[in-house]
């Protein structure tokens, strides 16, 4: 029997295949002919990573998916290289490439990163190259200033509505990790970023927004996995499976929602466990339930928003209006709930949901619409076109 939301053997055997093939060296010949055939001008960009994290990775995964498509309709191209391999790039190299992009996992020293990109940029720079860095991470933040000052075009997942806030200097990583350290006593002197930010304004317009991790792999073939129209029929009225472990920290901004969930038992039907389950179990508590609180993570955004969305469930989130991304599913009482981020609000919010169906459903369905259409082939190269000309590539 097929498990609620996961492929068959031979499904997943076909979409590694498929993953494999977009991403080799066929894949690049297939889409550099494709180019060749477009209407627009033929382009080559080269794509350098070290692929230090498979969250920030999957970042380049609609530009492998819709590889060829994208070359047909802009008549841009793509070659795939290592750092590693980079080490040794030498001007002839890149030669005949219209732009390079370069992607480091937030572990990278401040030091090495500046150095990496004063070798490869530079070398861009001589041939004319635009230089885009890539940054795939959870949260909003940018590190390494100077790769950005030596950079034309800086793109993120999501960003700040403000690129004012870019400026400020935060405790820990980003506005996630400075919200914990203020508000419950979170400390970051022995962490690996203990502070970031004051980013200078003149560098700010750099920054662009790219696409969000709702076009990564697993929720694109999560999509084809559930049905289309969820079930009617809902078993709880709020689900929450958020919890992580004491010592992370994340774990204060979770377990407020949990408490919240928790305080609302003898009004509505809540499940809102701290123990982990399969998948399948998972996606099937999703599937049999009309609302799911969805707290920050690492990042605003995680693959909860998504998964909750493609269920059917009415999602419930931390006010997400400091956030820019796309696609855009985090408009207030149209594609989802905002609530305080300490949780004070949350029966508030919820119980006029919980007693008109209609109304929650509307919100869910108009949710799970607009994430299958930003899932679409023509979605990504429209978003795809148009920030690459924000960056000067096309």
């Given at each position: 029997?097929?498990?609620?939301?996961?492929p068959?053997?031979l499904?997943?055997?076909?979409?590694?295949?498929?993953?494999?093939?977009?991403?080799?060296?066929?894949?690049?010949?297939?889409?550099?002919?494709?180019?060749?055939?477009?209407?627009?001008?033929?382009?080559?960009?080269?794509?350098?990573?070290?692929?230090?994290?498979?969250?920030?990775?999957?970042?380049?995964?609609?530009?492998?998916?819709?590889?060829?498509?994208?070359?047909?309709?802009?008549?841009?191209?793509?070659?795939?290289?290592?750092?590693?391999?980079?080490?040794?790039?030498?001007?002839?190299?890149?030669?005949?490439?219209?732009?390079?992009?370069?992607?480091?996992?937030?572990?990278?020293p401040?030091?090495?990163?500046?150095?990496?990109?004063?070798?490869?940029?530079?070398?861009?720079?001589?041939?004319?190259?635009?230089?885009?860095?890539?940054?795939?991470?959870?949260?909003?933040?940018?590190?390494?200033?100077?790769?950005?000052?030596?950079?034309?075009?800086?793109?993120?997942?999501?960003?700040?509505?403000?690129?004012?806030?870019?400026?400020?200097?935060?405790?820990?990583?980003?506005?996630?990790?400075?919200?914990?350290?203020?508000?419950?006593?979170?400390?970051?002197?022995?962490?690996?970023?203990?502070?970031?930010?004051?980013?200078?304004?003149?560098?700010?317009?750099?920054?662009?927004?790219g696409?969000?991790?709702?076009?990564?792999?697993?929720?694109?073939y999560?999509?084809?996995?559930?049905?289309?129209?969820?079930?009617?029929?809902?078993?709880?009225?709020?689900?929450?499976?958020?919890?992580?472990?004491e010592?992370?920290?994340?774990?204060?901004?979770?377990?407020?929602?949990?408490?919240?969930?928790?305080?609302?038992?003898?009004?509505?039907?809540?499940?809102?466990?701290?123990?982990?389950v399969?998948?399948?179990?998972?996606?099937?508590?999703?599937?049999?339930?009309?609302i799911?609180?969805?707290?920050?993570?690492?990042?605003?955004?995680?693959?909860?928003?998504?998964?909750?969305?493609?269920?059917?469930?009415?999602?419930?989130k931390?006010?997400m209006?400091?956030?820019?991304?796309?696609?855009?599913?985090?408009?207030?009482?149209?594609?989802?709930?905002?609530?305080?981020?300490?949780?004070?609000d949350?029966?508030?919010?919820?119980?006029?949901?919980?007693?008109?169906?209609?109304?929650?459903?509307?919100?869910?369905?108009?949710?799970?619409?607009?994430?299958?259409?930003?899932?679409?082939?023509?979605?990504?190269?429209?978003?795809?076109?148009?920030?690459?000309?924000?960056?000067?590539?096309?």
């Amino acid at each position: 029997m097929t498990k609620t939301g996961i492929p068959s053997d031979l499904l997943r055997k076909r979409r590694q295949a498929e993953g494999y093939l977009a991403g080799s060296k066929a894949g690049e010949g297939i889409a550099r002919l494709s180019a060749r055939f477009s209407a627009q001008p033929t382009r080559h960009m080269l794509l350098i990573s070290d692929g230090g994290a498979y969250t920030s990775e999957e970042q380049f995964a609609p530009l492998r998916r819709f590889r060829r498509q994208i070359a047909s309709a802009t008549g841009l191209h793509f070659s795939f290289m290592s750092v590693a391999d980079a080490a040794d790039l030498t001007r002839t190299d890149l030669e005949g490439y219209h732009a390079v992009g370069l992607k480091l996992v937030f572990r990278t020293p401040a030091e090495e990163a500046g150095a990496l990109a004063r070798h490869i940029f530079g070398l861009a720079r001589e041939v004319g190259a635009r230089a885009v860095v890539f940054d795939g991470d959870d949260d909003q933040s940018v590190l390494w200033n100077e790769v950005i000052a030596l950079s034309d075009a800086y793109i993120k997942k999501h960003h700040y509505s403000d690129l004012a806030m870019y400026g400020q200097k935060m405790v820990g990583k980003s506005n996630l990790t400075d919200y914990a350290s203020r508000v419950y006593g979170v400390s970051f002197e022995d962490n690996i970023i203990p502070h970031s930010g004051e980013l200078a304004e003149s560098e700010r317009h750099k920054i662009l927004l790219g696409w969000s991790i709702a076009l990564d792999d697993k929720i694109f073939y999560l999509a084809q996995d559930l049905p289309e129209d969820p079930p009617e029929a809902r078993a709880f009225d709020i689900l929450c499976r958020a919890s992580v472990p004491e010592h992370f920290w994340t774990f204060e901004m979770r377990d407020a929602a949990v408490q919240a969930i928790d305080a609302l038992a003898d009004r509505f039907r809540v499940h809102a466990p701290t123990d982990r389950v399969p998948p399948s179990e998972y996606y099937g508590e999703m599937l049999r339930s009309r609302i799911c609180v969805s707290p920050y993570g690492y990042g605003e955004l995680c693959w909860r928003d998504f998964e909750a969305i493609l269920c059917g469930c009415l999602l419930i989130k931390p006010d997400m209006s400091h956030v820019t991304t796309a696609p855009d599913l985090f408009v207030p009482g149209e594609t989802y709930l905002p609530v305080a981020w300490d949780y004070s609000d949350l029966e508030e919010v919820v119980t006029p949901y919980l007693a008109d169906e209609s109304a929650r459903r509307r919100i869910a369905d108009t949710a799970r619409q607009r994430l299958r259409e930003a899932l679409s082939e023509d979605w990504f190269i429209a978003r795809f076109q148009k920030v690459m000309g924000q960056a000067g590539v096309l």
